[in-house]
Each structure stands twice: as structure tokens, then as C-alpha cells.
């Protein structure tokens, strides 16, 4: 059946009744008239083809600004990837928002990232939001870059960071400086670090050191450390400075009385950790492996801290030895509204790392207002010194095109110490 749009309906009901008049008319005056007397035929006429009509033109689509969102699908990294590109879909719902339409690419298909972003380019998108890994980024980037689309990555390596790239991952740094200065409102003054080795790990050392000097603080030891349990053992006797506390604790001499008698020498108990807080910048189970160590020479009373990573740990409070240690984290309670609402959704628990996802489409519909359908991306307005306010709190981007977050801080086993800032300083 073909189905006829409302011009052509209307056209069809004009000629059906014009056709009704003429032939009324003729049956009335069929019989007033005298009969016609037999005429001569008229020449044959050429008839010229029928001229086909133009089609009629199908109703515009509104014109929408096209977003891609870059994740692993598949693979080992599928149910992060897919939690993200879910709660992406969910931030554009809750918004209503018309103007914006999402694709999800899969960076861990045929071709990796690169061929992810080529499809997204090739299919129009303004802008990028991913990827995930910092391997895929690296990737993908220079393809976006030359044709001009940011890429606002999932991504926590701020190295990624600069010449179109814009990095929405969690940063150590920031946590680290929230986690000191609360440590140092509480009147701690000397701390230590244990920081695995990699990356993440020297970023969270350097931004330790720092964050401590401009407190105020004294920082008596940074370790690095391989995640081996021989390895870990060994980190921890060398930040207690185990072995240096055990010589000096040996240094008594036996002494002679006046009347000749000897009395042997005693073994002093061991002298305080040099620290009073220790940060473990790691996971929350390699901090929990940790504790029985560090009890054992002597720390068992100084401060485990954490990074954000403990954030991503549901059971960050059944670890052992953990119970009182301080993170410090963005604000959780608007995600567990989101998480509940995924599960009701998808059936499934959202990766923590969901957040993301739903903030980055809320930023880019923030400034929805001012790309108008096939116009670049408005990336001055990312640099918005008043930065925005999503899932995961306020955030904006400084300088370097990396995320700088407000972070609450939080004490296991007692929740929130110290709430994040509603907004940014300056």
C-alpha cells in the first residue's frame, strides 16, 4: 500500500470532485440537446509524454549536534566501557535535551580506538567523549585533532592532557592536597608515603610532596614499591625505618656496678614510627595488605590514607586493618541515586566510573546553547573559571586541560569527615 502525505491527499480529493462535477453535467443536459450531426474527424494529435512530477520532499529533521562517545564494549574492559556509554545516554534523557544526539563507538573493536574515532568523525561528531584508556586516547587523538574535534577523555593521565585533548579522570593530586590538609587541620605534622611504582604512583608522590610543603608538614619518607608480597614487606620496613630504629634501640651498653658486678645490657623497646600519617596510594586491598606489616614495626598507630581509588571499593570497610583510615573522594551521594536508578534500568551495578559519562554529556548540553548545528564545538566555554556542577560535584578545567575536582573526605567505617566545596574559590 502506498501511503499518501497530506499535500498529495488533499490534491487527490480536489480532481475526485471536479471530476464528479463534469460528469454530473453531462448526464442532466444529455437530453435537451439535439442530436450532433456527423462531423469529419479531427487530425491525430501528437500527445507529448506525461512530464513526471518532482517528488514531494519528506519532512525535515530537526537539525541535531552529533556527540561520540569512545569506550571499550568488548573485552576485558566491556562492563566499565558500557556503564559509561549507558549513564551517557541517561544524562541526555534526564535532560531532554533535542539538540544533542549520542553515538557509542567501541574502541576495543576491529581497528581499536583509531578506527572508532574515524567512524565517529566520518558520521559527523562535534565532539568526543572518551576514551577510556590512556593507550586508546593516544590513539585516537591525533585523528581528532586533525580534523579539529576535542576529545574530552575518560582518562585519569594527565599527560593526555593539552592540544585538543581535555582529561575528565580522577587525579591523585587532587585528592592527595585535599587528604593533607585535612590531615593537617587535625595537627599532624610529619607524614610518609608508600606509592606503587608507575605512573599513577609518581603522580600521586609528586603531588604529595608538594601538597605537604605548602601545609607545612614534614615528609620523612617516600617509598616506592612492585606489588609482590616480598616486595611490600620490604617497603614497609624501609618507610618505618625498621631497621634504623632497631640499631639505636641496641646501642645500651652492660654496666658495672662499684662493687664489681655486671649488669647486661637490656633491649630497649623499639622508638616511635618516624610518621605520623602515612599515605598508601593504591587500592584499597594492597593498602589492607600492608596493615599486618606495619603493625608489626611499630606503625600501628599512625593514619593510613588513602587516594580516590578507595572510592571504586564497595567493600573498602570489610578490608582488614583499614577501619578509621581517611580518602578522600568526590561526593558519592548523588551517584548512588544514579546507581539505583542504572540498576533499576540495566539490571546491573554501574562501574563507578559511570559518573563520568552522565557529567560529560551534562557539560557538553551546558554549553548546548551556544553550538548551533554544524558549528564547531564552543571550547571556550570548557574554560570557565566558574567550572560545573554534575554527579561527582564541581569540577573545571585548569589550565593544562585537566579536571580539577572539589573532593570530600571521607573515614572508613564512619563516612563523611569533610564535605567537598559547593564551589571553587577563586
Known sequence: MIALNAPNARRFAVFGSAAALVLGGCAQNRGSR??????????????????????????????????????????????????????????????????????????????????????????GAGVVLGPLLAADVRAAAPIAREAGVPVLSFSNDAALAGSGVYVLGFQPGDSVERLVRFARSKGIERFAALTPVGDYGSRAATAYLRAVEAAGGRVTAVVTYTRDRTKLLQAARKVTDYEGRLARARVAQPTIRPDGTVVPATQRQLGPVPFQALLIADAGSIASAFTPALAQMGAGEAKIMGTELWAAEPGIARLPGLRGAWYASVPGGRFETLAARYRAKYGTTPSRLSSLGYDAVLLVAALANDWKPGAKFPVRGLADSGGFKGLDGIFRFDGGNVAERGYEVRQVGAGVVAPAPQSFGN
Not at 500527445?47 to 541535531?64: D, N, R
Not at 531532554?96 to 563507538?105: L, P
Not at 576491529?110 to 566520518?122: C, I, T
Open 34 to 123: 439535439p442530436a450532433p450531426q456527423a462531423q469529419r474527424p479531427a487530425p491525430a494529435r501528437t500527445v507529448p509524454p506525461p512530464q513526471e512530477k518532482p517528488a514531494v520532499p519528506l519532512p525535515q529533521v530537526a537539525a541535531v549536534n552529533r556527540v561520540a562517545v569512545l569506550v571499550p564494549t568488548s573485552g576485558p574492559g566491556a562492563a566499565v566501557g558500557q556503564s559509561i556509554a549507558n549513564a551517557a545516554q541517561m544524562a541526555l534523557a534526564d535532560l531532554g535535551e533535542k539538540r544533542i544526539a549520542i553515538s557509542v563507538y567501541n574502541t576495543a573493536g576491529p581497528g581499536g580506538a583509531g578506527q572508532a574515532m574515524r567512524e565517529a568523525l566520518s558520521a
